[in-house]
């Protein structure tokens, strides 16, 4: 493809996602497609010849969208969103068109460069500690891949630290602490670097938090076993249900310890960028303790997949883990310590131009644009959960988490109370119900035990009608699952998923 | 922005990207600015109120585009290709567009099914044992972010199998093999994972690849010791002088002694696509003996950063090794063993939608196209390496190795040799004279205390003009160099580095 060429595809390209977006409301959230429906429709190799792009794009449309789960639905509302804008696609064309792979500073000095600026910026825009910043010289930002890539990272640093200061410890006798609702990459953290991974045990009474008593109380037992608990991986809103750790609590508890406090905030770490909220995620907390913190701007950030940010309050204690320059990858700019080479924050060598999508999503939604998308996904999570809770028969499962609300069928004024294994049966026959549409798309979860279904409000197009209607199919459906299951039908009692 | 706008800024993006191309010959290789250059030029926070869009995109060529090392130019030998083509940016766009996490078959079905489809085409292209392919159900390819994470990724799954087998291991008695021509990715995989890597010597007699005996050797050594060597890196194309550590030789060694064999082939593997290089690459040893292979189609493969790609024979080992399935992760899909579920097939969790870019490019250029790509790369370096075996003060170091050739200035029928220490002092001069250039750019390597330049052949548009060009201006700067040598003036001495 020569440059004439490339600018009639590049417009043609550029037409067709506007047709994409400008009827996205009319299009099935979720893909309507069968496991292997593609290998049916596509050659079995290679062509031997290469084939005009006109075709090439032609079969975007025509094979791959039907297989597109439509993340920027307004009704999207399962997991956590992933916000796509303009703004971070053209970015991401003028990051793809400068291609090159980042791995020091003189692969490409602008890739660096914008990338301290922009992690300082949204640094100060969380109100994040002045140590975490790249101009403190001690602490700093970097772009890393995912929140699991973010928390390896801060892992490996914190293992590292630990080890230094007690060389005689035994790699199996370290723990990695989280809790039971922590996200499945302390596990797999675990899994990856040979060590263990224990769950602490977190309650309802406290929304499924971890409580200062549980962590000092494990420290001590651990101990005693002779063993060696030297990170805690503690989460500002999780997973399933928005839980928030203690982190006044916890805190000092981890530092007293000589724990790593890791801040997995990969979903609500955003919510700092509004002062409001601030007090209710710890804001202060974290910066008192924290050694690293991490959140997705690819999440509710309104930047395009992959961008998740990690900062760290010792920028040594990453590189003392990860460096290992060879002679071919010395500069004499990083030699001389006036440069940051980002491939010793990570774990692989290479790495993309990302730095770019956020600049251009912050300087094109500025602070008051970035905390109107935030501040309208809570409003309108918070109408969700008003219908449940003014619901006879639903109810919320825990309370309302910024943006996410977590619900159940569960009929008040029955004669008999439900057992929770009735319920979950209800429930999961509520959710397969609509699982089975494709105008809407929430998820599950397993609250120890306790199967209930989530709401999660963020995409950008979602506005209250979506709720209303939302609502409506719910509750519509409960009613129906209820009225069933009074009539005596039979429930499912397999564990379905969706 | 709305979807107008978009349009507008978009068609303005492809514009600008087409402008860059037209006049990318006349710009400086290298970016011509000093460490910390941008952060005096942008503000210090993020803007309260958003910026209109045009004033973005235009210090995208104010501020950004001067930092940028074009590796896409026609002079750019640095390093290893990092291939850009239009096919790749469109391919990036359309799937930033569609953004989505892509953790699972559900995400959307589209990003699994198309990686399977292209994985399977690469592999045959490549000429990969079928039992590489998804089709085979044993095996299967998956896309990783770069070479160091598709080793990583291979380490663990070996180790987890390892420790598997041999439950009583301790794993600080583990070893991971490569040589010291290795890639950094050992070593840094070894420190992440807390384990030892040991670097086998290797031998200019053999080109720096690893042989046999030296395999067999340490295995005994390292067993006598109590060690457990368990995962063996080996090279197809080191990235210091293209070494190929000889696979008929050690794949039946590494299989007789248990150990993982992952052959790294990040640069070098795409030239199997061309079956006259097939033997050379040693193709069948590899299809008999490698338990996983990396190549990086965003190298030398035409496909924009980041695309690794890796195959292993056994899928089960991977998962065994990665999976932490969490039930807020589980799909009816999966769960029934349908589809696979990417996630665990690499360390994050989250990834990008970039098998669309492979799918692009493939059916782009298609086998031919590819093909002739490699081999104009490889027929230019072959030109290159003629003028610099008919120089009379220049040398091979090592024989040319596909596109790359390493040399230095090594004057023949001199009265008095001169020693390594006069050689290395003389080619670090000469290094430096042709660092402080913008109009082109090649890399230093150290082979064994032997200092070294390498010339790598690879970006789209470099023709026979730039490589004659190239040699002028290498051969003009090492007369300069030997000169004033012999007229008595001083070498530097410093290890200079760039």
Redesign the interface.
């Known amino acids: 493809?020569d440059?004439?060429?490339?600018?009639k595809?590049?417009?043609k390209?550029?037409?067709?996602?506007?047709e994409?977006?400008?009827g996205l409301e009319q299009r099935p959230v979720v893909?309507q497609?069968e496991?292997?429906?593609?290998?049916k429709l596509?050659p079995?190799?290679?062509?031997?010849?290469?084939?005009p792009?006109p075709s090439?794009?032609a079969d975007?449309q025509r094979?791959?969208?039907?297989?597109?789960?439509?993340?920027?639905h307004p009704s999207f509302f399962a997991?956590f969103p992933?916000?796509?804008?303009?703004?971070?696609?053209?970015a991401?064309?003028?990051?793809?068109?400068?291609?090159?792979?980042?791995f020091n500073?003189?692969?490409?000095?602008?890739?660096t460069?914008?990338e301290?600026?922009v992690m300082?910026?949204?640094a100060?825009?969380l109100g994040l500690d002045e140590a975490f910043l790249v101009q403190s010289g001690v602490g700093g930002g970097v772009i890393q891949?995912?929140?699991?890539?973010s928390a390896?990272v801060a892992i490996?640093a914190a293992?590292s630290a630990f080890?230094h200061a007690h060389p005689n410890v035994?790699?199996?006798d370290l723990l990695i602490y989280g809790t039971s609702q922590t996200?499945?990459?302390g596990?797999?953290a675990a899994?990856?670097?040979?060590l263990n991974f224990k769950a602490l045990e977190v309650y309802p009474t406290y929304q499924y938090g971890l409580r200062g008593s549980t962590l000092q109380k494990a420290i001590l037992e651990d101990r005693q076993k002779g063993k060696h608990p030297f990170v805690l991986i503690a989460t500002l809103g999780t997973?399933?249900t928005g839980a928030i750790d203690c982190m006044p609590e916890i805190g000092p508890i981890a530092k007293e310890a000589g724990l790593w406090m890791h801040v997995d905030a990969a979903w609500a770490g955003i919510t700092l960028s509004c002062p409001e909220y601030r007090e209710k995620a710890y804001l202060k907390d974290i910066n008192l303790h924290a050694d690293s913190f991490c959140t997705n701007f690819?999440k509710w950030g309104l930047t395009?997949?992959?961008l998740?940010a990690l900062w760290v309050r010792s920028r040594t204690k990453l590189t003392d883990?990860?460096d290992?320059?060879?002679?071919?990858?010395?500069?004499?700019?990083s030699?001389a310590g006036?440069?940051i080479d980002y491939r010793n924050w990570q774990?692989?060598?290479?790495?993309?131009f990302r730095s770019?999508k956020l600049?251009?999503v912050?300087?094109?939604?500025?602070?008051?644009?970035l905390r109107a998308h935030i501040r309208k996904s809570v409003a309108l999570a918070t109408h969700f959960a008003d219908f449940v809770q003014e619901s006879s028969i639903f109810e919320l499962c825990t309370p309302q988490s910024f943006a996410l609300a977590v619900f159940r069928l569960a009929p008040k004024d029955v004669e008999t109370p439900l057992t929770q294994d009735q319920l979950n049966g209800l429930n999961r026959t509520l959710f397969h119900k609509i699982a089975a549409r494709s105008d809407i798309t929430i998820?599950?979860?397993?609250v120890l035990g306790m199967f209930c279904l989530?709401l999660a409000v963020g995409a950008q197009r979602t506005e209250e009608r979506h709720i209303r209607r939302a609502w409506e199919i719910i509750s519509t459906a409960g009613v129906e699952v209820w009225a069933d299951y009074q009539a005596g039908k039979p429930v499912p009692v397999e564990n379905?998923?969706?």
Chains 1, 2 share one sequence.
Request: net charge negative; glycine share 8%.
């Open positions: 493809m440059i004439e060429q490339f600018r595809e590049g417009y390209a550029i037409d067709a996602i506007c994409y977006y400008a893909a497609v496991p292997g429906y593609l290998s596509v079995n190799e290679v062509p031997e010849k290469g084939e792009f090439i794009a975007f094979l791959i969208l039907p297989g597109i789960t439509s993340w920027q997991y992933s916000n796509a804008t303009f703004e971070g696609m053209l991401d064309l003028y990051a793809s068109s400068v291609t090159n792979p980042g500073w003189a692969c490409s000095p602008a890739c460069e914008l301290s600026v300082d910026w949204a100060k825009m891949t995912s929140a699991s890539d390896l490996v293992r080890l035994s790699p199996s996200h499945s990459l596990a797999k899994l990856i670097l040979g997973t399933s690819h395009n997949f992959d998740s883990a990860l290992v320059t060879p002679a071919f990858l010395r500069t004499k700019q030699d006036m440069v774990l692989s060598l290479g790495r993309k770019i600049w251009f912050l300087r094109s939604y500025g602070v008051e644009g998820t599950q979860t397993d989530r379905g998923t969706h």
